[in-house]
């Protein structure tokens, strides 16, 4: 069980840790990374598994689970 104060503790460094990953900076350095790049086009079968997850999102997935 954890106490009080190592559940603060958590909390604060969580927030921190968000914090840190949304200033602009870092932002800025991790787009200099290969793995954090984007990509101009994406295969066509990833924009469909895109296109279908979206339409699940708005509640039109086409397909029902029984």
């Known amino acids: 069980m954890m106490t009080r104060n190592k559940g603060e503790k958590g909390e604060r460094l ?4 968000r914090r840190q990953f ?8 991790l787009r200099t990374l290969p793995a954090f790049r984007t ?5 066509d079968r990833l924009r469909e598994l ?3 997850l979206d339409g699940a999102e ?3 997935a ?3 689970r029984q």
């Not at 990509?39 to 295969?43: L, N, Q």
């Open 50 to 52: 895109l296109d279908r």
């Open 62 to 64: 086409g397909w029902r």
């Open 14 to 17: 969580a927030t921190e840790v």
């Open 58 to 60: 708005d509640g039109d």
């Open 22 to 29: 949304g200033a602009e900076a870092v932002t800025r350095f």
């Open 39 to 43: 990509e101009a086009e994406i295969p």
